[in-house]
């Protein structure tokens, strides 16, 4: 089956030729093995500090009592404390290339929003974002940041558009979903020719941007642990968590070709309880927005109509895997394993306590299902080499840490 449905309705390749910058619609398809950064992109990159730290959980292999040799990514230490900020800066590049003088997206939990506020301003664009409601009310600061910069931020559903209007017609408390954020992003933009809408996931251009990821992991493994990855017998293993599926693809990306040849090597995605389409969802064609701008795509899904229940992890609530993290899903190359925030908030608070590192909830699904693969090594006795990707920072949701964990 093709990953994307012709619906008969050409709108949604055509909403996607005209909001988005037109290098990243011709990216999406490319069969190309290496696309070329941009010099001003590696500038930029380098400026934020990449490449980023591959860290030796030590204390946490101690504290664990473990054979198994624990890595991590460090995508925490970028100044808008996530991974995200890989693509913006890329996709913000192209859009000012393009002459568009107008960032337009939407974020969940404000990681991404933040990332495009910092790129736009970095090549001289405005920035406008569609904020889930729910995760603006939790994670204020992320609003600040934003703001800092220039960007404006809105709340999803917005009373700005129709599609907004029209949700909070029907559910006037709607908290919001990145359903409702896409919806209310893409009409924005395409209000607006100067605008440019840029995705923070879920796009082939987006996994592209952070194959950086695994590149650098493959690299920093061998020059600088004397690591070799996928030796046979071992179960070594790359684990990220998963809402839109870019930190996972732009882990395991540059390693599938590895695998494929016969590399013993797992690809592990850790989801959220509050939305588990790869455990729990149903694979068919649906859209990943709620105002029928996206196409439909063929993926594990929790169905249009879900409303993920409000919590903080805001990054993993999406309702639609896309096609690709679903095809590998239902191809048997990648695992997944889902959290409640309360045990993925526990395993970040464990990495605290021993590695002194305090990641996001999002994050911390990653660091639950590397506990669960390091106890069942443990029992099958094996040492396994696992890397975890570190994709935030959780400075900006300790309030999250608090609620969950401290009052009880
Ligand atoms: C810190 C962090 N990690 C992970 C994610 C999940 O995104 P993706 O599945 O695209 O990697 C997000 C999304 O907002 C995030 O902010």
Redesign the pocket.
């Given at each position: 089956m093709p990953p994307i449905r012709d619906s008969g309705s050409p709108t949604a390749a055509e909403i996607s030729a005209k909001v988005r910058p037109r290098v990243l619609v011709e990216q999406n398809s490319s069969d190309e093995q290496w696309i070329a950064i941009p010099e001003p992109v590696v500038e930029r990159l380098r400026q934020f500090g990449r490449p980023t730290p591959l860290h030796r959980a030590r204390r946490l292999e101690q504290h664990l009592g473990t054979g198994a040799r624990i890595y991590l990514k460090r995508e925490d230490v970028l100044p808008t404390?996530?991974?995200?900020l890989n693509t913006a800066i890329a996709q913000a590049y192209y859009a000012a290339e393009e002459g568009r003088t107008t960032l337009v997206t939407e974020?969940?939990?404000g990681?991404?929003g933040m990332s495009v506020a910092l790129a736009a301003k970095m090549f001289g664009l405005k920035a406008e974002i569609f904020m889930v409601r729910c995760s603006l009310e939790q994670k204020p600061y992320r609003r600040h940041y934003m703001e800092l910069l220039g960007a404006t931020v809105r709340p999803s559903p917005s009373a700005h558009t129709a599609i907004g209007r029209k949700i909070l017609g029907e559910v006037p408390d709607h908290p919001g979903s990145l359903g409702t954020a896409i919806s209310d992003a893409i009409e924005h933009a395409l209000h607006d020719s100067s605008a440019a809408y840029l995705a923070?996931?879920?796009m082939p251009h987006?996994y592209l941007h952070q194959t950086l990821l695994g590149l650098e992991v493959a690299q920093q493994l061998k020059d600088i642990h004397g690591e070799d990855l996928g030796v046979e017998g071992r179960g070594d293993h790359l684990i990220?968590?998963?809402?839109?599926?870019?930190?996972?693809c732009?882990l395991i990306g540059p390693h599938l070709r590895a695998r494929a040849e016969g590399a013993d090597l797992r690809f592990l995605a850790a989801e959220s309880t509050a939305a588990p389409r790869l455990t729990q969802g149903v694979y068919e064609y649906g859209r990943t927005d709620l105002g029928a701008f996206t196409p439909e795509v063929l993926g594990y899904t929790m169905g249009e109509s879900f409303v993920p229940p409000p919590n903080h992890v805001?990054?993993?609530r999406n309702h639609h895997s896309s096609a690709l993290v679903s095809l590998l899903r239902h191809e048997g190359v990648l695992d997944a394993v889902a959290f409640d925030q309360r045990t993925a908030l526990e395993a970040g608070r464990q990495l605290l306590q021993t590695e002194g590192l305090l990641l996001?909830p999002?994050?911390g699904h990653a660091v639950a299902a590397a506990l669960e693969v390091v106890a069942k090594a443990d029992a099958e006795n094996l040492e396994p080499v696992i890397v975890i990707l570190a994709?935030?920072s959780g400075f900006l949701d300790l309030q999250g840490y608090d609620e969950v964990l401290l009052d009880i």
């Amino acid at each position: 089956m093709p990953p994307i449905r012709d619906s008969g309705s050409p709108t949604a390749a055509e909403i996607s030729a005209k909001v988005r910058p037109r290098v990243l619609v011709e990216q999406n398809s490319s069969d190309e093995q290496w696309i070329a950064i941009p010099e001003p992109v590696v500038e930029r990159l380098r400026q934020f500090g990449r490449p980023t730290p591959l860290h030796r959980a030590r204390r946490l292999e101690q504290h664990l009592g473990t054979g198994a040799r624990i890595y991590l990514k460090r995508e925490d230490v970028l100044p808008t404390g996530s991974f995200k900020l890989n693509t913006a800066i890329a996709q913000a590049y192209y859009a000012a290339e393009e002459g568009r003088t107008t960032l337009v997206t939407e974020t969940g939990a404000g990681q991404w929003g933040m990332s495009v506020a910092l790129a736009a301003k970095m090549f001289g664009l405005k920035a406008e974002i569609f904020m889930v409601r729910c995760s603006l009310e939790q994670k204020p600061y992320r609003r600040h940041y934003m703001e800092l910069l220039g960007a404006t931020v809105r709340p999803s559903p917005s009373a700005h558009t129709a599609i907004g209007r029209k949700i909070l017609g029907e559910v006037p408390d709607h908290p919001g979903s990145l359903g409702t954020a896409i919806s209310d992003a893409i009409e924005h933009a395409l209000h607006d020719s100067s605008a440019a809408y840029l995705a923070g996931s879920g796009m082939p251009h987006v996994y592209l941007h952070q194959t950086l990821l695994g590149l650098e992991v493959a690299q920093q493994l061998k020059d600088i642990h004397g690591e070799d990855l996928g030796v046979e017998g071992r179960g070594d293993h790359l684990i990220a968590c998963s809402g839109g599926g870019s930190n996972l693809c732009g882990l395991i990306g540059p390693h599938l070709r590895a695998r494929a040849e016969g590399a013993d090597l797992r690809f592990l995605a850790a989801e959220s309880t509050a939305a588990p389409r790869l455990t729990q969802g149903v694979y068919e064609y649906g859209r990943t927005d709620l105002g029928a701008f996206t196409p439909e795509v063929l993926g594990y899904t929790m169905g249009e109509s879900f409303v993920p229940p409000p919590n903080h992890v805001g990054g993993l609530r999406n309702h639609h895997s896309s096609a690709l993290v679903s095809l590998l899903r239902h191809e048997g190359v990648l695992d997944a394993v889902a959290f409640d925030q309360r045990t993925a908030l526990e395993a970040g608070r464990q990495l605290l306590q021993t590695e002194g590192l305090l990641l996001a909830p999002e994050s911390g699904h990653a660091v639950a299902a590397a506990l669960e693969v390091v106890a069942k090594a443990d029992a099958e006795n094996l040492e396994p080499v696992i890397v975890i990707l570190a994709s935030g920072s959780g400075f900006l949701d300790l309030q999250g840490y608090d609620e969950v964990l401290l009052d009880i």
